[in-house]
């Protein structure tokens, strides 16, 4: 007999891995609602269904959505994730929440009326629950997209039977984007101008999408425990420390997982080689295979990878700052991005002028992304802030060694080896100066170039870590109890 379902849970995000990602939130929504399945839990997720989507689905509903004086339909699909495991009684809905003109277009965000847009999604997603017969008891929401979310269930729903039991827990992945808005959102989204007040949903006289889930959310949480810290000063909170200082006692972190399937150097089909901890020297198979692609000359050199968007965050300016004295050393650097044109523009020049040394390859490319974890040695993340990061996380279990600076996650997760010999895992820095990044890769070359046997040694242990979602998804667990009594209480 099957045993009984722990909880009801919807997961609702903007981005959900292996339908549309731009980053970590994709990864996240794609891996944690299985390993959530897998504890029993009857947890469905809802997500836009952009005009990429191409995956077999089933027409489940179709309803009106009042958008001030317009009304939108909604057509909701669903398909099935298949649990990893293959057991069918584990296998996950997705519902996509439809509508042409929202979503029909290239592209994920970055539309003026990206406002609209994800108001009608939220709108859309509580619409749908009666219609689908779901009554959660946790609606989970990730970064500003889901926001209003929170918002409806206390300003709208709160006395309609069918919602007023519900929980939310509202996820930080990010809180540079909080979606900002004209005050007219609250038309759109149906609610009266009381919601509109600094203590509420205005910001400096725009409606924040974020700031109604962080004021409305019954636990908030943040992907690693040292943001859920520095989210609370001035240096990070991006002008919301405030709010979150005072909502502290609901304020949690909880660091990613990867999900060790899908990223697994043993049966990645997307490297050349795949290898283990007892096989990890076949990585440099990979290294010649990811130099040919990238054209470099295929040679026994350390090669510095990096995968990223490409924005201020990341820390490139440091890079870019000491690229002609990097390159002066015997090494290659790949490099697989998008994101701001010119840091697109400056790298694309740095490749003119280091042909030999640099390898560029501008857009999104999830297999080139797995070459370059398996085939370099060092992989940078230097960013200037890092709520958690998968980077450093996945180049981990491909046995390449993170070079980060100590910031959010990346502190958290990334130890020195200079600093701990018995548990170091890579190397980082705290200064955020292009001295100090420089400084830290050449001790890294130092140890590759010169001490063979302590590098594999590294490598090694990076290739036995283990950062899969157990731990994290029972940390959720508590998360939602918490909510429960919370919403109870
Ligand atoms: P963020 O969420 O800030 O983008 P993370 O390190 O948490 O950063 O997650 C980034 C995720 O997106 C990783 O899975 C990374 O491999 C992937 N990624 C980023 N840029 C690209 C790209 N251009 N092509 C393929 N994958 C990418």
């Known amino acids: 007999m099957q045993e009984k379902n722990k909880l009801k849970i919807l997961f609702v995000s903007a981005e959900v891995s292996p339908f549309a990602k731009t980053g970590g939130l994709a990864d996240v929504a794609g891996s944690l609602p299985r390993s959530l399945a897998a504890m029993r839990n009857d947890i469905r997720i809802a997500m836009p269904r952009y005009k990429t989507i191409s995956a077999g689905m089933n027409y489940v509903a179709d309803f009106p959505v009042k958008m001030g ?4 339909t909604c057509i909701v699909r669903e398909t099935a994730t298949a649990h990893k495991s293959g057991d069918e009684s584990l296998s996950l809905p997705v519902y996509f929440i439809d509508n042409y003109h929202y979503f029909y277009r290239d592209g994920i965000y970055g539309f003026q009326d990206d406002g609209d847009r994800f108001a009608f999604f939220c709108a859309a997603v509580l ?8 009554q959660p008891d946790i609606i989970h929401c990730n970064d500003w997209h889901t926001g209003p979310i929170c918002m409806l269930l206390n300003e709208k729903y709160s006395r ?3 919602y007023s039991s519900i929980s939310t827990v ?4 990010n809180l540079q984007y909080q979606g900002l ?6 038309k759109l989204l149906d609610v009266g101008d009381e919601v509109f007040v600094p203590d509420k949903v205005e910001f400096y006289g725009s409606f924040n999408f974020m700031k109604a889930g962080l ?4 636990i908030i949480s943040t992907v690693s425990e040292t943001y859920a810290r520095e989210i609370q000063t001035e240096e990070y909170g991006e002008k919301l420390e405030g709010l979150l200082a005072k909502r502290r006692e609901d304020v949690y972190g909880v660091v990613n997982g990867i999900d060790y ?3 697994n150097p043993q049966s990645d089909a997307r490297i050349f080689k795949n290898y283990s901890a007892e096989t990890f020297m076949k990585k440099k198979e990979n290294k010649y295979v990811l130099q040919r692609e990238m054209n470099l000359p295929q040679r026994d050199v350390p090669v510095l990878g990096l995968v990223s968007r490409l924005t201020g965050q990341k820390g490139l300016n440091l890079i870019v700052d000491i690229a002609d004295e990097l390159f002066i050393r015997d090494i290659q650097f790949v490099l697989l ?4 044109e010119d840091y697109e523009r400056i790298f694309k020049n740095l490749r003119i002028k280091y042909p030999d040394k640099m390898g560029v390859y501008i857009g999104f490319n999830a297999g080139l992304a797995q070459r370059i974890y398996a085939g370099s040695d060092i992989f940078l993340m230097p960013s200037r802030f890092e709520p958690c990061g998968l980077g450093q996380i996945i180049s981990l279990r491909y046995g390449t060694i993170p070079l980060v600076r100590a910031t959010g996650g990346l502190a958290e997760t990334i130890t020195d080896i200079g600093r701990d010999a018995e548990r170091g895992n890579g190397f980082s820095f705290t200064d955020f100066s292009p001295k100090e990044l420089l400084t830290t890769i050449d001790r890294a070359l130092e140890i590759y170039n010169k001490n063979p046997d302590l590098w594999n040694n590294l490598v090694k242990r990076a290739l036995g870590q283990d950062f899969s979602w157990k731990k994290s998804a029972d940390k959720y667990m508590e998360l939602y109890g918490l909510a429960l009594n919370k919403k109870r209480a």
């Open 127 to 134: 619409e749908m629950l009666p219609r689908i017969g779901f």
């Open 337 to 340: 991005g998008t994101g701001d």
């Open 181 to 186: 808005f004209p005050k007219d959102m609250l």
């Open 215 to 218: 004021v409305y959310a019954d």
């Open 69 to 72: 004086w317009r009304t939108e």
């Open 160 to 162: 309609d039977p069918f």
């Open 261 to 263: 399937d899908e990223f």
């Open 170 to 173: 509202f996820t930080i992945h």
